[in-house]
């Protein structure tokens, strides 16, 4: 879309969208009357007894279960039990706080109970899952409690039974933009109130997919934990600019004094990045995840999402920019979109590149990319041990590596599978070095066999990191590591 000549009409679409915004949140406001909490209330609801007893049945019962979620001691199973009734009591006496949740509450109340009464074989919480429906009630301050049995993206990998309270994030600027051209009616922003210790991990989502059932049913929602996002991007980006030396735009500098804004941001880039996964010139399913290719593709999808976020977050500010007539509400719009911009930059490049380990690590790979990009477009620099950017000239140059995405995505539409690969590898292979070792940037490859093949050919560090960044993970390592468990209450 040109950016200039639809301002008008766009502006005013944004003015109507957060109209009916405004009304549809207050009615749903209405409709759950006392459950919007205040911060008052919800110190009140993480020491009530209720919860207290919930969150250390649920934590003993974790020390009982196998990784399947199956306590297989029988000698356990009384002690279990009464865990169990600890829990559906608690539940039952926090259920008035919770209207909105009624179904919800008393199924995974019966799901507890028949899993007790049929012997703590592998939990099956199908029955309270498909109850348990967060994105019909996106109110700002909402509280849900969730228990289930399920692992925990980047945290446990055990289906154990957690048990989480959480709080809705849902400003008015995020529901008008929902409302308008960016629907995404499965996206649930969250934050921590209190949880088990399959959250005290670098966990950031609460999936339905992670939960232990019979039969997969259709996903409707998905939460992200922003506060988490937020503050752990915080404690990196102050370490950050104190190893590099790097002098933040003023106004990126009230990421490190304001966890609420930040959260905000995040929600506002996740609610585009999000949705992006399922738009676009697609050559392949969506649902990358199912499939078993090179990792790297799966660093250039995460990577074309956050482009995306940042595009449109560009475009948003630059249509504000140009109305000869900008709202209080459209200031603050146009602020979080280019607070979106800064935070696609600096977490792909401060935190993604150096978290987690060189094992296909997909997501620091696509940091990676992105630093050695803006670096070789001459808008990053390295200077004296000085790290700078020329920022009037970078959203052009993270555009352009957008483009470049898209066209090998749009160019893979006529491409065998192998081909796209290929294509894709060259891409990211033009602008970081490969191992030394590389198959593939040799191209001495099974070309005649499988595409198993090839992708076990891919070295788990076909990109390794550079000597900037292998100086820069040493200094911020512990810093990462210190940011396990992190909430925004904590930042």
């Known amino acids: 879309m040109n950016d200039a000549a639809p301002a008008f009409s766009l502006v005013i679409a944004m003015r109507e969208s957060h109209s009916r915004c405004m009304t549809t949140t ?80 008393t199924a995974v109340r019966s799901d507890l109970h028949t899993w007790a009464n049929n012997g703590f074989t592998v939990p099956d919480f199908l029955d309270s899952l498909v109850a348990f429906h967060p994105e019909l009630h996106r109110v700002d301050g909402l509280v849900h409690l969730v228990v289930f049995p ?23 600027f995020v529901a008008a933009l929902e409302a308008g051209d960016y629907t995404n009616a499965a996206f649930v922003p969250i934050r921590f109130i209190d949880f088990t210790a399959g959250y005290d991990t670098n966990s950031a989502v609460l999936f339905p997919e992670t939960v232990a059932v019979r039969a997969i049913p259709q996903f409707t929602w998905g939460g992200i934990f922003a506060d988490r996002e937020a503050a752990r991007f915080r404690k990196v980006l102050a370490a950050a600019c104190e190893i590099t030396s790097l002098d933040p735009p003023e106004e990126a500098r009230a990421f490190l004094d304001d966890q609420r804004l930040t959260e905000e941001t995040f929600v506002m880039w996740d609610l585009i990045h999000d949705r992006t996964h399922m738009r676009g010139d697609l050559p392949f399913d969506p649902f990358m995840i199912k499939q078993r290719m090179p990792y790297f593709l799966y660093s250039l999808e995460e990577l074309r999402c956050d482009l995306t976020a940042f595009r449109e977050a560009l475009r948003i500010e630059r249509i504000i920019a140009a109305s000869p007539d900008v709202s209080d509400e459209q200031r603050s719009l146009a602020r979080h979109a280019r607070l979106v911009q800064y935070a ?129 993970e040493k200094k911020v390592r512990d810093v990462i590591a210190s940011t396990k468990g992190i909430t925004g209450e904590a930042a």
Do not use: C
């Open 150 to 172: 399920m692992y925990t993206q980047n945290g446990s990998s055990e289906r154990h039974l957690e048990a989480v309270l959480i709080q809705v994030i849902w400003p008015d």
């Open 344 to 472: 696609v930059i600096f977490d792909r490049i401060f935190r993604f590149t150096v978290t987690g380990g060189r094992n296909r690590n997909y997501d620091g790979l696509g940091g990676q990319l992105l630093f050695a990009w803006l670096h070789r477009k001459g808008v990053l620099h390295w200077t004296d041990t000085k790290l700078t950017f020329d920022w009037d000239r970078v959203p052009d140059m993270v555009n352009e590596l957008g483009d470049a995405v898209n066209d090998l995505y749009w160019q893979s539409i006529d491409r065998p599978k192998v081909n796209h690969w290929f294509a894709a590898y060259d891409l990211v292979a033009s602008v970081l070095e490969p191992h030394v070792a590389s198959k593939w940037a040799t191209r001495d490859l099974p070309l005649n066999g499988t595409p198993r093949e090839l992708t076990d050919a891919v070295l788990d560090d076909e990109f390794p990191l550079s000597m900037f960044f292998e100086a820069y």
């Open 26 to 105: 207050s009615a749903a406001v209405k409709d759950a009357t006392g459950t919007a909490m205040t911060h008052a209330e919800i110190e009140k609801l993480r020491a009530h007894p209720a919860w207290i007893s919930i969150r250390e049945a649920a934590t003993s019962i974790q020390a009982l279960q196998s990784s399947d979620g199956s306590i297989t001691e029988a000698t356990e199973h009384a002690k279990a039990r009464e865990l169990i009734t600890h829990i559906t009591q608690g539940i039952e006496e926090l259920a008035p706080l919770l209207p909105h949740d009624a179904d919800y509450l």
